[in-house]
């Protein structure tokens, strides 16, 4: 107990110091930005900066114990378990998704939230003392032992690598996109950057190495998360605590909606994504003569730029959409029938922030109420049965220090999500006051920077020159990554929510893959195939498993499923 209690005072102090260092370094990358440092050098400087203390970590934490490797010793403290069981929970789903969500969907986001969080409350009474009892390696090794057989076992091991495997997917994706946009960098490139990341923090120790680096992506990710949105709460209201005040805010974007939605721009612009959605249903019923006359009119339309002389970058976009153009009927009545309900979509004014449950009738009303919660439930038993979120509980000494560790992961995540609706908020605010209603000939730079990316776009349908909400199209990803560049704040800042979604993701992805290969080298060939395997050649089919699997992840990401 007295070795245990020593080793946690250690590492409060390692990453307290850890911590204020990193304050330090944003702050010197602030003061660098005002004296003329380039926004590209501080995108690269906090890619690789923080991937190398990542690294430094996994390094360091290099293990050729078997415990260590699968379990970190079972010497965790619940504070730091805690902390790294967050960061394994915060994929970038969360960081990056979650106030994007709750920005389009307003108070029926929220399900999100509460299905999350309560699907840890299920941990901690049902689960995480349980496993942690049995004190198994992984979540297959504890079925094979509690239904003594390797049915089981084999059942439990296909459940977490395809889970685990479509969600770790996911987190590379994310980490692509991120080092993309702030490295500028092709977006294969910035996702094999990222794989190198996450196997360095793995590779080597296995669970300790991933235990210690999350700790430390942790950090860096809640920092990140947390400054923009305290920036923005003070700028606002002139409190710095932006979960205590957002409600103020959202009182003027109620105002504000009710103005904007009825504005008869905003309506001639609906209008006109209601009559374009008819015209692509006029196109389906008549295919496939439809595609034939819209082929010829594009043609005739193309020859027609040419000889008249038409801007080089009109007739290109002209011949890019003749090439786009579907070669069938099936595949012109597929491309049709998405953009006919993308076309009916924005032809409906978004949802009111703070209306719970909206519908046009009593029914609808309810219907969306059940919907709310089924889907809050839904959630909730999700999370409870994650696979690499539960194998985090075998790294704890003992029983009630894995039930500690579960309050400690509400607390760090609760941190983040009761942020979120703040963060959807502000950037709310800012984009209905600052950017709609705005000329398009003189949008703002971060517009055209997530453009190229994909997420955002802007089409002026009724030629005004003057963009309405119903022309623009965000992507959710991009209310927290540009919600620095949206209000204005030094490039720094956008540059430490780089850092922060990079940490979320890479965090995520150790863990699934940490999972994955565990289940694969222990459960199938150490418990199933070769259960005389030394420990070494355990060690060495885990860590080739773990390579493997990151391959073929980062391969299918950079398809762009």
């Not at 092709?186 to 196997?199: K, P, R, S």
């Not at 400054?227 to 409190?239: A, E, F, H, W």
């Not at 204005?488 to 999972?515: E, I, K, M, Q, R």
Request: aromatic share 10%; hydrophobic share 50%; with cysteine.
């Amino acid at each position: 107990m007295r070795r245990n209690l020593g080793f946690a005072r250690q590492l409060r102090r390692y990453y307290g110091i850890y911590t204020l260092g990193f304050a330090v370094f944003v702050v010197l990358l602030a003061i660098g930005e005002s004296m003329g440092l380039s926004q590209q050098l501080i995108g690269h400087v906090f890619l690789f900066v923080t991937i190398a203390i990542y690294a430094t970590i996994g390094v360091l934490s290099r293990t050729s114990d078997v415990s260590e490797y699968y379990v970190a010793g079972r010497r965790v403290p619940a504070l730091f378990n805690g902390m790294a069981t967050a960061a394994d929970w915060m994929s970038a789903a969360s960081f990056i998704g979650l106030a994007g969500t709750l920005y389009f969907s307003g108070f029926e986001g929220l399900a999100f939230v509460t299905g999350w969080t309560g699907g840890f409350v299920l941990v901690a009474l049902l689960l995480a003392p349980y496993l942690r009892k049995f004190g198994q390696y992984t979540i297959p090794d504890f079925l094979g032992a509690r239904y003594q057989g390797n049915v089981a076992r084999l059942v439990g091991l296909s459940a977490a690598v395809l889970a685990s495997f479509v969600y770790l997917v996911a987190q590379i994706y994310g980490v692509g996109l991120v080092t993309s946009r702030f490295v500028s960098v092709e977006f294969e490139i910035g996702l094999f950057i990222g794989l190198a990341g996450i196997l360095v923090c793995s590779f080597l120790g296995g669970m300790r190495a991933v235990t210690w680096t999350q700790v430390a992506q942790y950090v860096i990710l809640i920092i990140a998360y947390l400054v923009p949105v305290v920036i923005l709460s003070y700028k606002l209201t002139g409190i710095p605590i932006p979960q205590a005040v957002y409600g103020t805010v959202l009182q003027q974007i109620s105002a504000r909606e009710d103005a904007l939605f009825e504005a008869p721009s905003e309506r001639e612009v609906r209008d006109l994504y209601t009559a374009r959605a008819q015209d692509y249903a006029d196109k389906i019923a008549a295919l496939p003569a439809s595609l034939e006359n819209e082929r010829r009119r594009m043609i005739e339309e193309l020859n027609g730029m040419r000889l008249g002389n038409a801007p080089a970058r009109d007739i290109a976009l002209a011949e890019r959409a003749l090439r786009d153009l579907p070669r069938t009927p099936a595949q012109a009545s597929e491309a049709w029938q998405r953009a006919r309900a993308e076309a009916l979509e924005r032809a409906r004014p978004p949802p009111r922030h703070a209306e719970a449950h909206p519908g046009a009738t009593a029914d609808e009303s309810a219907t969306a109420r059940n919907n709310f919660l089924a889907l809050m439930f839904v959630l909730m038993v999700g999370t409870a049965a994650l696979p690499h979120i539960l194998m985090r509980y075998y790294t704890t000494p003992g029983v009630m220090e894995a039930r500690r560790s579960v309050l400690w992961s509400l607390f760090f995540i609760f941190l983040l999500y009761v942020t979120a609706p703040a963060y959807a908020v502000f950037a709310k605010w800012e984009v209905y006051n600052n950017l709609v209603g705005s000329s398009i000939a003189i949008l703002p730079d971060w517009v055209a920077s997530w453009g190229r990316v994909g997420l955002v776009r802007i089409e002026d349908l009724n030629g005004d020159g003057i963009l309405q909400l119903a022309e623009l199209r965000l992507n959710t990803d991009v209310i927290v990554l540009a919600t620095p560049e949206i209000a204005g704040l030094p490039y720094v800042v956008s540059g430490l929510v780089a850092a922060g979604g990079l940490a979320a993701a890479l965090s995520t992805a150790d863990g699934l893959l940490l999972t994955i290969s565990n289940a694969l080298s222990h459960d199938l060939y150490y418990k199933v195939i070769n259960p005389q395997a030394t420990t070494h050649r355990r060690l060495v089919i885990s860590k080739s498993q773990l390579l493997v699997v990151a391959v073929v992840a980062a391969w299918v990401a950079s398809m762009r499923p």
